[in-house]
């Protein structure tokens, strides 16, 4: 492979080294300001934090996009205690203002109190904790695979493909927790994923060649 495309290569795995180094310091404080978040959270009695609150939103729809017939509903509303906290909504169809369809949703929340909100936090605490871990982890290999193209004489070589495919993997795992935790918010980390898993493909398959190449020289 010509020098030049090399030193590229060796500059960017030096580059993406250092971003990897930054990425796995805040990764790390993370991992460690969400269990003390939880103890802190914990620690407060369960009347000390109250929520009272109330907000309303407006939806506008063109009128051209959507046929009327589509919005001829009723109003609805919804006004209950939940675990002790009173929770309300009311959704207004307020017809056709300046060619739009304009809803408005307006709910509120009272006497939210922290034993509600303890636990609530807590499942976030260790789903996101779940997450920081295996993308640190990720960040290792990441960092073993940029060393690696950092020093190499051709990104075809045993050690990055050895080291993009312990990467892969652990993206991987990291992309399957942030997709189970998350849901549909996730997908753009799957998304990642898929694009790293298929640049290794095209890697491995350039090895192949060039390995045939080699051969037949």
Known sequence: ????????????????????????????????????????????????????????????????????????????????????TALKWIVKYEGIVNGEHLFTIEGGVKDLTGKQLKPVIAVACICGEIILISLYVALIFAKKLAKALETCSSPFEEEVLKRMKSFGIAIAVWGGAVLVIKGISGLLAALAVIVVLLFMSIFKYGAQLQHQADDTI
């Open 1 to 84: 492979m010509n020098n030049e495309n090399v030193a590229k290569i060796n500059k960017l795995g030096k580059v993406s080294r250092i971003l990897i180094v930054i990425l796995m310091v805040v990764t790390m404080i993370g991992i460690v300001c969400l269990p003390i978040l939880m103890i802190i959270t914990f620690a407060i009695p369960n009347d000390g934090v109250r929520i009272n609150g109330e907000a309303s939103v407006n939806i506008i729809v063109d009128c051209e996009s959507v046929p009327d017939n589509v919005f001829k509903i009723d109003e609805s509303d919804f006004d209950s205690k939940i675990f002790g």
